[in-house]
């Protein structure tokens, strides 16, 4: 159901998406459909929440910081996942991680940056050995500063796609170098 409800959000966008939709698209019943979702919205909060956690696992697989040459080249990776799912993962490119629909669609407690922030902090901490706590202020930034550059090329498109991309690494960089 999440597969074919990430089809439809990347051919209708979210508007145009419906649980009778996602249901015949998946090849179930809609009552079938409901029995584990309540609406269309909490379908699509659950395809969100599976891309945080492939986002944060391959983030997981493929760094690893004990043989990094240098500490960015986990930056430029990370964001490099980011743009590899915004350009091959099924419905990323229009709900990403649930910004567009809601600031706090991932958990209605907390906006949707702040759980990201959280969950990379959890795992480079955990990987760098550096603590958590230590780390997630400097990651919120880092969060936002590269998300309002990556959306200028993605969202905006007011520039080169790979500009922006290189950009939003150097900035990050030139942010968190002075940081750690």
Same mark, same amino acid.
């Given at each position: ?13 979210? *508007? ?22 309540? *609406? ?24 690893? %910081?004990?043989?990094?040459?240098? %500490? %960015? ?19 990323? #490119?229009?709900?990403?991680? /649930? *910004? ?10 907390? *906006? ?8 990379? #902090?959890?795992?480079? /901490?955990?990987?760098? /050995? ?11 930034? #880092? ?34 170098? /002075?940081?750690?």
């Amino acid at each position: 159901m999440l597969g074919a409800c990430a089809e439809l959000v990347d051919e209708l966008g979210y *508007d145009g998406v419906t649980t009778t939709l996602i249901a015949e698209r998946a090849g179930v019943a809609v009552g079938s459909l409901y029995q584990f979702f309540p *609406d269309k919205r909490a379908v699509v909060q659950a395809l969100t929440k599976r891309n945080l956690d492939q986002f944060t696992a391959e983030i997981d697989r493929r760094l690893d %910081w004990n043989h990094l040459e240098h %500490w %960015w080249d986990g930056v430029d990776e990370i964001i490099d996942i980011y743009v590899e799912m915004y350009r091959t993962v099924p419905g990323f #490119a229009r709900v990403r991680f /649930g *910004d567009v629909i809601d600031l706090r669609f991932i958990d209605d407690q907390r *906006d949707n940056n702040t759980v990201i922030a959280e969950k990379l #902090a959890g795992v480079i /901490g955990e990987r760098s /050995g550096l603590p958590v706590e230590g780390l997630f202020r400097q990651i919120t930034i #880092a969060n936002e500063l590269a998300d309002g550059i990556l959306a200028l090329a993605f969202r905006r498109r007011l520039f080169d796609q790979q500009d922006m991309i290189d950009e939003a690494k150097r900035v990050v960089r030139g942010y968190l170098a /002075g940081e750690l």
